[in-house]
């Protein structure tokens, strides 16, 4: 079976520096102790565009697991409660976008 993963897609700030702060002095240390049964996190912060503007996304977050239950069990515990919770409070851009996706994946 394929591994799933949430994605979550973070608005440009309103402020980058306090985002910033917020993310990983808080948000990166509980999603660590409190998402139970993550396999690994790919945390990255986009460029500008080629043509030079602003990225419409600020920050990309995937959250590995071994598979849709284990993403689901930890989404419906209290930890994973939280840890969303604190995503959308910190996004002062708006709320971000959650999305889960189903991963296969392939080294070259």
């Known amino acids: ?21 917020a993310y990983v002095g808080h948000h990166i240390p509980m999603a660590v102790a409190k998402l139970e049964g993550k396999t690994k996190m790919v945390a990255s912060k986009m460029m500008r565009e080629p043509d030079g503007s602003k990225a419409p996304f600020y920050r ?8 849709l239950k284990a993403l689901q069990d930890c989404l419906a515990s209290p930890g994973g409660q939280e840890t969303a919770a604190d995503a959308i409070a910190i ?18």
């Open 1 to 21: 079976m394929s591994g799933a993963k949430i994605v979550v897609l973070y608005p440009q700030p309103k402020d980058e520096a306090a985002f910033e702060k």
């Open 60 to 67: 990309i977050a995937e959250i590995h697991f071994p598979s």
């Open 91 to 108: 996004s002062s851009g708006g709320a971000p976008i959650f999305m889960i996706a189903e991963e296969s994946s392939q080294a070259f």
